[in-house]
């Protein structure tokens, strides 16, 4: 079935510092992959998203590219900011009506 | 605009107890819903959704259930709770044929 794993956190970074969370997934066909932030005390939002292969998703400094070789779509910001402290979710859809999601990594940036 | 608002924010029950989690949406017509959970150190699980009226689909078995008496109006239930439905709830729509969900702010249950 379609799948998704993100690596585990908390995930704890200086500000400016690069970032990376890493997300695989399994799935048939070609799905959609997203990338969904919680900040503290509110719920979801889209971050970005990639609808086929060699795209790149990007907002807020925050890019991902869908790798289809390596069945990836991992997270990267050059230089964090202590704002950017949250809850991060990769998710796919594949044909259906629901998002999969991976477990959530936690970010903590200190200034 | 597209809006969803969900109650509580929070919620604190004994074991036992009934549950109504409520969840509407504005601003769009027959949207697809959603009801997920968030877990202790667990990832987002679909619980229930729902393509229209009355129709609801269950992800996985469970002490819970849900129903949509309004085509914009989500409401997530229990009988009984147990401690096992503690967790971060969040309902969530999607409409227009877009992917992309839109959700709540969340209700964090807690079982006692």
């Known amino acids: 079935g379609n799948s998704v794993t993100q690596m585990e956190g908390p995930v704890t970074l200086s500000e400016e510092a690069f970032l990376t969370i890493n997300c695989t997934y399994t799935?048939?066909?070609?799905?959609?992959l997203f990338w969904y932030v919680q900040y503290p005390g509110e719920g979801l939002q889209l971050l970005l998203k990639a609808t086929k292969a060699d795209d790149k998703g990007s907002n807020k400094g925050f890019e991902a590219t869908y790798r289809k070789e390596t069945t990836s779509f991992h997270l990267e910001k050059g230089s964090v900011q202590v704002s950017d402290s949250a809850v991060y979710f990769c998710?796919?859809?594949?044909?259906?009506?629901?998002?999969?999601f991976g477990t959530g990594t936690r970010l903590q940036v200190f200034p | 605009s597209q809006t969803i608002h969900q109650w509580p924010a929070t919620l604190v029950q004994p074991v036992g107890s009934p549950l109504s989690l409520e969840c509407t949406v504005e601003g769009t017509s027959n949207p697809n819903l959603y009801w997920y959970r968030q877990a202790a150190g667990r990832g987002l699980q679909l619980l229930f959704y729902s393509v229209g009226i009355g129709q609801i689909s269950s992800e996985v078995p469970q002490n819970l259930s849900a129903s949509r008496p309004q085509d914009r109006q989500f409401i997530l239930s229990s009988k009984k709770l147990l401690l096992s439905d503690s967790g971060f709830y969040l309902c969530?729509?999607?409409?227009?044929?877009?992917?992309?969900?839109?959700f709540g702010s969340g209700t964090q249950l807690s079982v006692l």
């Open positions: 969530a729509f999607r409409g227009d044929n877009n992917e992309k969900l839109f």
């Open positions: 799935a048939t066909g070609y799905p959609s």
């Open positions: 998710a796919l859809i594949r044909n259906t009506d629901k998002l999969i």
